[in-house]
């Protein structure tokens, strides 16, 4: 088994920045995908950012260009740096570790962030 933890999140203004951090108790090189999901208030888990072992990464249309997400497998730790904060990034976010391919098999406990207008 392995944990995640994060940690990181916090009340930000518009327009600022915060990183989240998840760090594995295990290594992460098995894992093919480490991700970060996020979810709002009455809505629906979103995938916010992949990164995949082989150097592939993703993100969701909205945070392009704001987000960066990096993944340290010697340190079996994934970040998240958010720039450019807005109102409706505010949602608590999840680090998550896929395998392979299907479900993610591992999830962390969130860390909420809330981005103040």
């Known amino acids: 088994q392995v944990q995640l933890v994060e940690s990181g999140g916090g009340l930000v203004q518009a327009g600022g920045s915060l990183r989240l951090s998840c760090a594995a108790s295990g290594s992460i090189l098995r894992f093919n995908t480490m991700a970060w999901y996020r979810q709002a208030p009455g809505k629906q888990r979103e995938l916010v950012a992949t990164?995949?072992?082989?150097?592939?990464?993703n993100y969701v249309d909205s945070v392009k260009g704001r987000f960066t997400i990096s993944r340290d497998n010697a340190k079996n730790m994934v970040s998240l740096q958010m720039n450019s904060l807005k109102p409706e990034d505010t949602a608590v976010y999840y680090c998550?570790?896929?395998?392979?391919?299907?479900?993610?098999?591992?999830w962390g406990q969130g860390t909420q962030v809330t981005v103040s207008s």
């Open positions: 998550a570790a896929k395998l392979s391919y299907g479900a993610y098999n591992y």
């Open positions: 990164a995949t072992n082989s150097g592939s990464i």
